[in-house]
């Protein structure tokens, strides 16, 4: 069955840098875009970056661009959010997503927490 499991979150000061993970499993993982999302607390879940199966298309939410990074290892089975320049309202649950036959999957999520 599809797996998607997220690992990288953590307390970060303001300006600092985080590296998430997700680990896919159960699909052919280099044909399918992957997709990150994130919610903060009291507030809905929201798109965050996405990149294609070949990691040839990128794109990010408006204020995430410039900041974060998205990537992909397809020997890895696994996608990347590099977060650089991280601010306190990026704090947020960050969930992995894909779609398959039209249906959504997703991760546990990691927790991000940007606080001095």
């Known amino acids: 069955q599809v797996q998607l499991v997220e690992s990288g979150g953590g307390l970060v000061q303001p300006g600092g840098s985080l590296r998430l993970s997700c680990a896919a499993s159960?699909?052919?993982?280099?044909?399918?875009?992957m997709r990150w999302y994130r919610q903060a607390p009291g507030k809905e879940r929201e798109f965050v970056a996405f990149?294609?199966?070949?990691?040839?298309?990128?794109n990010y939410a408006g204020d995430m661009k410039g900041r974060f990074t998205i990537s992909r290892d397809n020997a890895k089975n696994t996608v990347y959010l590099q977060m650089n320049s991280l601010k306190p309202e990026d704090t947020a649950v960050y969930y992995c997503?894909?779609?398959?036959?039209?249906?959504?999957?997703w991760g546990q999520g990691t927790q991000v927490t940007v606080s001095s």
């Open positions: 159960g699909f052919t993982f280099s044909s399918y875009t």
């Open positions: 997503n894909t779609r398959l036959s039209s249906r959504d999957y």
């Open positions: 990149i294609t199966g070949a990691g040839g298309t990128t």
